[in-house]
């Protein structure tokens, strides 16, 4: 019994004192590294910044990697990934994406070198430490990336770490993690290579997306799927003034809305290095109309409207030439990943359901 005072509870006060004490460390800890002066251009805070969580086999092609961990095992992978650390790379599906990021980055430095709110690149992977240093050396030295934020999970899922560094956007080539995330409420696709070589802007970030189960709800898709296409077009134009319900990436379509207008107002509109794009299978005569009225609503601009009426998209990509192209039906990823274009695959809305049944 001599021992059992030191396991008596602390009294309230005694608590609060100490998650007192606490936090002024770490305000105090944070103030310091705040202070110092320094010639690299710091990571905005996570409150401010455009997140966008990127997975190392979408940022780098590390297909014969993986083929060596599904094949032989997690340590054979790990000694190969640490014989050969000083291999540079291939790019991935998202490196070309993450590059045209930090390009508007600069450039937002540029116009505004204390405004924090720009893109957070986070290399978020579950490869396990051992092999960091191989990616670290593919960031910094050999692939011209200036990724700061790393976390690798040890094989654990990552999904909680999104929420953590409060994720805007997240990437991957884990189909089974994507949708692990858009269940948890984040903006997410999965990432497919194309299979030509296409050449991409270097001075304007391209995103591309599809509209319904996207940037829109999938509450159209779900008339067209189940009721056909001459019930789709009339529910269309009865609700013509109803605006659609928001779709998975509505809110990264908003953050690149919130970035062109910071140079709109610096007299950057004809130079602004982001341009969006509407990529949908929709008819602009006899459903147009609502998509158009529901982005006004939103307050949102996109730069170019494509409706192709049930068109391929392939061919209209061509042209584009996004960084990345979301859109919810693998037969349009698969049009896409053709004819060259990097495209991202949406797990979202009532097409997953026939997708599976098929």
């Given at each position: 019994?001599?021992?059992?005072?030191?396991?008596?509870?602390?009294?309230?006060?005694?608590?609060?004192?100490?998650?007192?004490?606490?936090?002024?460390?770490?305000?105090?800890?944070?103030?310091?590294?705040?202070?110092?002066?320094?010639?690299?251009?710091?990571?905005?805070?996570?409150?401010?910044?455009?997140?966008?969580?990127?997975?190392?086999?979408?940022?780098?092609?590390?297909?014969?990697?993986?083929?060596?961990?599904?094949?032989?095992?997690?340590?054979?992978?790990?000694?190969?990934?640490?014989?050969?650390?000083?291999?540079?790379?291939?790019?991935?599906?998202?490196?070309?994406?993450?590059?045209?990021?930090?390009?508007?980055?600069?450039?937002?430095?540029?116009?505004?070198?204390?405004?924090?709110?720009?893109?957070?690149?986070?290399?978020?992977?579950?490869?396990?430490?051992?092999?960091?240093?191989?990616l670290l050396h593919n960031n910094n030295n050999n692939?011209?990336?200036?990724?700061?934020?790393?976390?690798?999970?040890?094989?654990?899922?990552?999904?909680?770490?999104?929420?953590?560094?409060?994720?805007?956007?997240?990437?991957?080539?884990?189909?089974?993690?994507?949708?692990?995330?858009?269940?948890?409420?984040?903006?997410?696709?999965?990432?497919?290579?194309?299979?030509?070589?296409?050449?991409?802007?270097?001075?304007?970030?391209?995103?591309?997306?599809?509209?319904?189960?996207?940037?829109?709800?999938?509450?159209?898709?779900?008339?067209?799927?189940?009721?056909?296409?001459?019930?789709?077009?009339?529910?269309?134009?009865?609700?013509?003034?109803?605006?659609?319900?928001?779709?998975?990436?509505?809110?990264?379509?908003?953050?690149?809305?919130?970035?062109?207008?910071?140079?709109?107002?610096?007299?950057?509109?004809?130079?602004?290095?982001?341009?969006?794009?509407?990529?949908?299978?929709?008819?602009?005569?006899?459903?147009?109309?609502?998509?158009?009225?529901?982005?006004?609503?939103?307050?949102?601009?996109?730069?170019?409207?494509?409706?192709?009426?049930?068109?391929?998209?392939?061919?209209?990509?061509?042209?584009?030439?996004?960084?990345?192209?979301?859109?919810?039906?693998?037969?349009?990823?698969?049009?896409?990943?053709?004819?060259?274009?990097?495209?991202?695959?949406?797990?979202?809305?009532?097409?997953?359901?026939?997708?599976?049944?098929?």
């Amino acid at each position: 019994m001599s021992g059992s005072g030191s396991e008596e509870a602390q009294p309230s006060g005694a608590v609060e004192d100490g998650q007192q004490e606490a936090e002024q460390d770490w305000a105090a800890a944070k103030a310091f590294y705040d202070n110092q002066v320094t010639q690299r251009v710091r990571p905005p805070k996570p409150q401010n910044a455009i997140t966008v969580a990127v997975s190392s086999r979408a940022l780098f092609n590390l297909v014969e990697e993986r083929r060596i961990y599904e094949e032989q095992g997690l340590e054979k992978y790990v000694e190969y990934q640490q014989n050969n650390e000083n291999v540079i790379l291939k790019p991935g599906p998202a490196f070309y994406f993450v590059k045209a990021l930090e390009r508007v980055n600069a450039r937002l430095l540029e116009l505004y070198p204390d405004d924090e709110e720009r893109f957070d690149i986070v290399l978020m992977t579950n490869n396990h430490a051992q092999v960091g240093v191989r990616l670290l050396h593919n960031n910094n030295n050999n692939n011209g990336l200036t990724i700061e934020r790393f976390c690798m999970t040890g094989g654990e899922s990552p999904i909680g770490y999104l929420t953590a560094y409060l994720t805007n956007l997240y990437l991957s080539a884990d189909s089974d993690k994507v949708q692990e995330a858009i269940e948890a409420g984040i903006a997410s696709a999965t990432m497919f290579t194309a299979n030509k070589d296409v050449v991409y802007s270097d001075t304007q970030l391209r995103v591309a997306f599809d509209g319904d189960a996207v940037i829109f709800s999938d509450e159209s898709e779900q008339i067209f799927k189940e009721q056909g296409l001459d019930r789709f077009f009339e529910h269309e134009q009865l609700n013509e003034n109803k605006p659609l319900a928001q779709g998975p990436l509505k809110g990264f379509l908003e953050d690149l809305g919130k970035l062109q207008k910071k140079f709109y107002a610096k007299n950057e509109r004809l130079n602004c290095p982001i341009r969006t794009y509407l990529v949908t299978a929709r008819s602009a005569a006899s459903s147009g109309a609502r998509v158009l009225k529901t982005l006004r609503s939103w307050g949102l601009e996109i730069d170019e409207a494509l409706f192709l009426a049930g068109a391929p998209k392939g061919p209209v990509l061509v042209k584009i030439r996004p960084h990345i192209f979301f859109d919810d039906q693998m037969f349009h990823i698969e049009g896409a990943q053709k004819l060259g274009t990097i495209a991202a695959h949406v797990p979202y809305g009532i097409a997953q359901k026939h997708q599976k049944s098929t």
